[in-house]
C-alpha cells in the first residue's frame, strides 16, 4: 500500500515513452513570488529502462517558456550537464526532481503549464507517479 495525500497514483506499467502535463492558473498563487515545480514519484525495486534517458520539463506562463531543462529519474551517474536535474530522496518515501523555476508577478498571470516530455523512446515500466508540487522558493 502507497501512503500519500493524493487519493490515487499513476503507475507506469509499460510504456515507450512518458508525457505528463499540468496547468494551474497563476491567480491561484500568491504574486510577487518565486516558485519551484517538482515531479514527486517513486521507483521499484526493479525498474526497467529509467538509467541516464532524459525527460524534458518545460515551464511555460501565459504560453511563454520561462524554464526549460533535462530531468532524470534515477541517481548522478557522471552523465549531468548544464542544467540537468536528478532526483532527491524526501522524508516521505517519495523522490522529488525539480522540474523548473518561475515568479509570478501581478502584471504576468494566466495560465502556468509543465510539460514533462520523453524524447528517447523505449520500453519503460516501475515507476509510481504521485503528482507535481509547486512550492515558493
Known sequence: MLANRF????????????????????????PETRYKAYLVFKLEDKPVAFQNK???????????????????????????????EFPEERGDNWFEVELGEMECTKERGGDLKIHL?????????????????????
Open 7 to 30: 487519493p490515487e497514483v499513476a503507475k507506469l506499467l509499460a510504456e515507450c515513452w512518458i508525457e505528463i502535463h499540468g496547468r494551474i492558473n497563476t491567480r491561484m498563487l500568491s
Open 117 to 137: 516530455v520523453e524524447k528517447i523512446a523505449d520500453n519503460r515500466r516501475g515507476v509510481i507517479i504521485q503528482g507535481m508540487e509547486i512550492r515558493p522558493t
Open 54 to 84: 532524459p525527460i524534458e520539463a518545460a515551464i511555460l506562463l501565459s504560453g511563454a517558456e520561462v524554464s526549460k531543462r533535462q530531468v532524470y529519474e534515477q541517481a548522478r551517474s557522471g552523465i549531468a550537464g548544464n542544467g540537468d
